[in-house]
């Protein structure tokens, strides 16, 4: 075997290792591969369907080459999670702006949280009398049920 193929599947395995653990726990490993292959894929179009190890690599691991560079060309545990918690925290900030925004500027104003607030308070209340009832609340359902409402019937503990 060509030292350039044994590189490359030890740069592969390695990136898949780094990559399943940073993953896992938000159970985003088969996004993770369809990236995977996406990018290849990519790679492996814009170079009429080969690729040298050293696009190969481009193609893996881009971000984390440059979080390396960035970084006086040293990573360590704790700017690799603060660079992880940042991308993660921002994917949650563009879906939260993306619900709530009602005019699409991308900004999010206390309009827009109210809005959505009456929205949802109107499909909660089934009959329309400006109150939601214990009855009126999904079973099971995207809301679920709320550990201190018993299924005895009483009521006492809802205000």
Same mark, same amino acid.
């Given at each position: ?8 599947l030890?740069f ?5 290792? =780094?990559g #399943? +653990?940073a993953?896992?726990e938000n159970n ?17 179009k814009?170079?009429?369907? +080969? ?5 190969? @690599? ?9 979080l =390396? ?6 990573? +360590? =545990?704790?700017?690799l999670?603060?660079?992880?918690e ?8 563009? !879906? ?10 991308? #900004?999010? #104003? ?5 809005g ?18 214990? @009855? ?5 359902? !995207? ?16 205000q």
């Amino acid at each position: 075997m060509r030292k350039t193929t044994k590189l490359a599947l030890a740069f592969f395995a390695l990136a898949g290792a =780094v990559g #399943t +653990t940073a993953y896992a726990e938000n159970n985003a490993s088969a996004r993770m591969r369809e990236g995977t292959m996406m990018r290849l894929n990519k790679a492996m179009k814009d170079s009429n369907g +080969t690729i040298s190890f050293d696009q190969f @690599s481009d193609a893996m691991n881009a971000r984390l080459k440059k979080l =390396v560079a960035d970084n006086g060309g040293k990573l +360590t =545990v704790a700017q690799l999670a603060e660079a992880l918690e940042k991308a993660r925290f921002e994917q949650m900030a563009k !879906r939260i702006i993306a619900r709530y925004d009602t005019k699409g500027d991308g #900004t999010l #104003t206390s309009d827009d949280i109210t809005g959505r607030e009456k929205k949802t308070f109107a499909m909660l209340d089934r009959n329309n009398d400006g109150k939601i009832e214990k @009855s009126e609340l999904p079973k099971g359902g !995207r809301f679920g049920r709320h550990p201190q409402w018993s299924d005895d019937g009483d009521n006492s503990d809802m205000q």
